[in-house]
């Protein structure tokens, strides 16, 4: 343990990833200004090479990408972030890598994890001298209080006990920078095999037998990753027969059967085709009509909600950005000047009646006007005739999206996923800031769902891949509302993808006792079964369920020893069911601060959730928070 009589003040941060590792950048650039020359110990902890972390671990396949453009990341603040404490100008992921990119834009999550690792050598080594740095290559257990810090709520010391059986040390401030925690899944039944949830885990899909029926829930990110490694992976090749011509998938004759669906049933849209800037990347533009400015007033607003009154400002801003772009790159689509329609959307933006009306007269052909709802769920209130039929629907979906994404006029979804991306930025800052109480936290989450749909998908090469997948076979798409349930099976023999149109009703239920005939003394083999109310009377049955997502944060099922400790003895709590933020941990506000179960915050503890990459020369909200963070940990009491 460190030296209790030592008058250092001591800093603990618990996981070292991209947040963390900025974290203590900003707590390095502000020590000359903050703390002076006095003696100051930086304490990290995470059993995993700090700056990447486990996420961005540098010993990954090669075949796991980043689906965001390695040009526009950064974990370095430049002169376009207001904050307190100075700037630090440094380079773009792209602009520090030797390898190649992936899709001209995309570096692999491993020679991410490599940028990220130079990135926290880099700010520790050219830390002050005053800074004493300690690593601990361990997972933090347990955090327990000494008496002189056990007054409610104070800036006492902290023993952090960790798990490498290293003495425990003390800290005066501690900041939770865990990232995704991982939740206990729930077991497979006997005879079944179930992955997930949880990133892509190349040991355990090593371990899935060539030619098994493996069902998938989940089509985004995670799904992506697990086809890469059980396809490319496995020997299997694409291949372009005729330049600019389609993809087509080369199998190696080791890869499983994937039977896929989820809650909407079609695969995230890939990201637009990116294109570098042909000048120094400026700023973006300010948002239209989802300001800061006008959130904040609707938002005080007595009994105001964020679905009644922020989702609407939104909403105006996507419109806005996407007939813009229309009007722009595709005016013979158009029947009606872009001053003129600016003009009347300005008025009629709070109408949204009115605003289609004039979305109906300035554009005619309707496939081109925004709409939401059919973006956000295409396969919403479809019947199909047959599983052929769903694969076909969604193969042409695939393609439609390529192309909308991909071609000459690529430029409308490109300001749709800009115009989400400026907003959702403007609503983390007012979640930062605490200006969202937890249920409108939680509707805001709910909300934006869509824009984690409609923006975050993989590269586009990814998703031409995968269409040639469910071409050659390998991925068969389950259909939206998918429904997975453990029955007894059929006596099918695994691997031979059996489809039975009479075992099961269109939810999944099993009907009538256990269906099928034996498979040997011992009775029917169990099986996964999935079917979607798209397509009544279809089955898949497969012996593994792969998990093909993240889970869901829940702190009653959360594995790290170090949370589990602090929820069980009250001093981390959550938010209540009735405000709609059930799971949510209850935090203080602005200060990020948890609040345990009597309502007391623990101002010397600091909860960093996870966040995305910061584009550069944006003002980011990722480094604003993360220098208010590091201010308040070195400001003196």
């Known amino acids: ?141 347990d955090l327990r209080r000494t008496p002189a810090g056990a007054a409610p709520g104070g800036r006492g010391r902290q023993q952090v006990i960790l798990d490498s059986g290293q003495p425990p040390f003390l800290a005066d401030r501690v900041v939770f920078a865990q990232g995704h925690t991982d939740t206990l899944a729930a077991p497979a039944p006997d005879g079944l095999t179930r992955i997930g949830p949880g990133p892509a885990d190349p040991a355990a899909l090593a371990a899935v037998p060539p030619g098994a029926r493996v069902l998938v829930r989940g089509l985004g990110l995670v799904f992506i990753d697990c086809l890469a490694l059980l396809t490319e992976g496995r020997g299997g090749r694409f291949v372009r027969p005729a330049p600019g011509g389609p993809l087509r998938y080369l199998p190696s004759g080791r890869e499983p059967r994937l039977y896929a669906g989820s809650r909407r049933g079609v695969p995230l849209p890939p990201k637009p085709a990116y294109a570098p800037p042909a000048a120094p990347m400026a700023a973006p533009a300010a948002p239209r009509f989802a300001t800061v400015e006008a959130c904040r007033a609707v938002l005080s607003r007595p009994g105001a909600s964020f679905g009644g009154e922020v989702w609407p400002l939104v909403v105006a801003e996507l419109g806005w950005c996407h007939y813009r772009a229309l009007f722009a790159g595709q005016p013979a689509r158009t029947r009606m000047s872009w001053p003129d329609f600016d003009a009347q959307y300005a008025l009629l933006h709070p109408d949204a009646d009115r605003l289609a009306k004039l979305a109906r007269e300035a554009v005619p052909d309707p496939a081109d006007r925004l709409d939401l709802d059919r973006l956000a769920a295409p396969l919403a209130g479809l019947r199909f005739a047959g599983a052929d039929d769903l694969q076909r629907r969604l193969r042409g979906l695939l393609a439609e999206e390529l192309r909308r994404r991909t071609g000459p006029a690529s430029g409308v979804a490109s300001a749709l996923v800009d115009g989400l991306q400026r907003a959702g930025a403007v609503i983390e800052e007012l979640w930062r800031s605490g200006e969202l109480a937890a249920g409108q936290l939680a509707q805001a989450l709910h909300h934006f769902a869509l824009g984690t749909y409609l923006s975050s998908g993989p590269p586009p090469l990814r998703a031409e891949q995968l269409l040639a ?11 939206p509302g998918m429904r997975v349930s453990p029955v007894p099976g059929d006596g099918a023999v695994p691997g031979d993808g059996a489809v039975s149109g009479e075992a099961a009703a269109p939810g999944g239920e099993p009907l009538g006792g256990a269906p099928g005939g034996p498979s040997g003394p011992a009775g029917p083999i169990p099986v996964f079964r999935a079917t979607s109310p798209a397509l009544p009377g279809t089955v898949h049955e497969a012996d593994i369920l792969l998990d093909a997502r993240l889970a869901a944060p829940d702190p009653d099922r959360v594995t790290d020893p170090l949370l589990r400790a602090l929820l069980s003895r009250g001093e ?19 200060g990020l601060h948890p609040v345990d179960s009597t309502g007391t915050v623990h101002r010397d503890r600091t909860i960093a959730g996870p966040a995305q990459f910061p584009r550069p020369h944006t003002n980011a909200v990722y480094f604003r928070q993360n220098d208010a963070i590091a201010r308040d940990l070195l400001a003196d009491d």
């Open 572 to 590: 981390l709590a959550q938010e209540r069911p009735e405000d709609g933020a059930g799971g949510m941990l209850r935090l203080s506000g602005a």
């Open 1 to 141: 343990m460190n030296d209790p009589v030592d008058p250092a003040r001591s800093l603990c941060l618990i996981g070292c990833g991209p947040r963390g590792a900025s974290i203590v950048e900003r707590i390095l650039a502000n020590v000359p200004a903050l703390y002076g020359d006095r003696p100051l110990d930086l304490h990290i902890v995470d059993p995993y090479p700090p700056g990447a972390g486990r996420t961005w671990r540098t010993d990954q396949p090669g075949l796991l990408w980043m689906n965001s453009a390695a040009e526009q990341v950064t974990m370095y603040p430049d002169e376009s972030v207001e904050c307190a404490g100075p700037p630090r100008p440094g380079p773009t992921t792209a602009g520090w890598l030797d390898a190649p990119l992936h899709d001209g834009a995309y570096a692999a999550r491993r020679d991410q994890g490599r940028y990220l690792r130079h990135f926290f050598e880099t700010v520790t080594r050219e830390r002050p001298a005053s800074v004493r740095l300690h690593v601990h290559r361990a997972r933090a257990v």
């Open 469 to 479: 997948l469910a071409e050659a076979g390998v991925v068969t798409f389950v259909g």
